[in-house]
């Protein structure tokens, strides 16, 4: 079975890094495209980062760029996004979504299997 398991959330004051871990379970990323995305309490769920393992390439939100970075070791079949300068806004549930494509996407209805998410509240 194909899972995906979200790690790294937690409470940090505005300013403050995590670093949110993906591992994949039953597959490998091999040939995957990865999406990080985020869900604020009484908004929509949207993409904040996505990956293509094959392509190399990768998209960022307006609102995250050069604040997070999202990156790949497959050795340890785990995607990471590493986010820093946070801010009381970034605050959500944060999930990693998966999909065997080569290309990746900022919408969610591209990807196959879903993580169950992990909290990350921003505050001082």
């Known amino acids: 079975e194909k899972q995906l398991v979200e790690s790294g959330g937690g409470l940090v004051q505005p300013g403050g890094s995590l670093k949110l871990s993906c591992a994949a379970s039953?597959?490998?990323?091999?040939?995957?495209?990865i999406g990080w995305f985020c869900q604020a309490p009484g908004k929509e769920r949207e993409g904040i980062s996505s990956?293509?393992?094959?392509?190399?390439?990768?998209y960022y939100l307006d609102s995250v760029k050069g604040r997070f970075t999202i990156s790949i070791d497959n050795a340890k079949n785990t995607v990471y996004l590493q986010m820093n300068s946070l801010k009381p806004e970034d605050t959500a549930v944060y999930y990693c979504?998966?999909?065997?494509?080569?290309?990746?996407?900022?919408?969610?209805?591209?990807?196959?299997?879903w993580g169950q998410g992990t909290q990350v509240t921003v505050s001082s």
């Open positions: 979504a998966a999909t065997d494509s080569e290309y990746d996407s900022r919408f969610e209805e591209w990807y196959e299997f």
């Open positions: 039953g597959f490998t990323f091999d040939d995957y495209a």
């Open positions: 990956i293509s393992n094959t392509l190399g390439s990768s």
